[in-house]
């Protein structure tokens, strides 16, 4: 199961943003540089960040992003689901297209059980448990 660059770019920055503090608000050129997103790229990823409501924008010169949702109750799930990354958790994983039990790969029952893991990961794991923490960006 691997992850579209839209949505661990979307991680990235709402785990920066989360983990930095809500006292300012964070530039597209700022998070670009920091965290080596292309700015480009980075500004459609706010705009779906913003529709979904995990953060606001600040129009303006002295504008920016500031996150408004929960760090606490914001899962990667819903991160995830906001850039519909788990709709294709049926693809195989050996890149033979799309895998379910009625169109089996020779790993399709193997992978069942650890992709169900990951999923729950997903859906445990909020953005609180994974700011302030050490982990590079």
Known sequence: M???NTTKYAIR???YIADNGDEKLYSAKELSEILGIPYKFLTKIMIELVNA???NSIKGRE?????????SKTS????LETFKD???????????????????????DKW??????????????TLEDIKDKDFKL
Do not use: S
């Not at 504008?63 to 760090?71: F, N």
């Not at 990667?76 to 991160?79: L, Y």
């Open 53 to 55: 409501k995990f953060v």
């Open 13 to 15: 920055i709402l785990c």
């Open 76 to 79: 990667i799930k819903d991160i």
């Open 86 to 108: 788990l709709e294709e958790d049926t693809t195989c994983i050996l890149g033979i297209g799309h895998c379910d039990c009625n169109n089996k790969c020779a790993l399709h």
């Open 112 to 125: 069942v059980e650890p992709r169900a893991l990951i999923r729950k990961m997903y859906e445990n794991t």
């Open 2 to 4: 691997q992850l579209h």
């Open 63 to 71: 504008g920016g992003y500031e996150l408004i949702a929960d760090p």
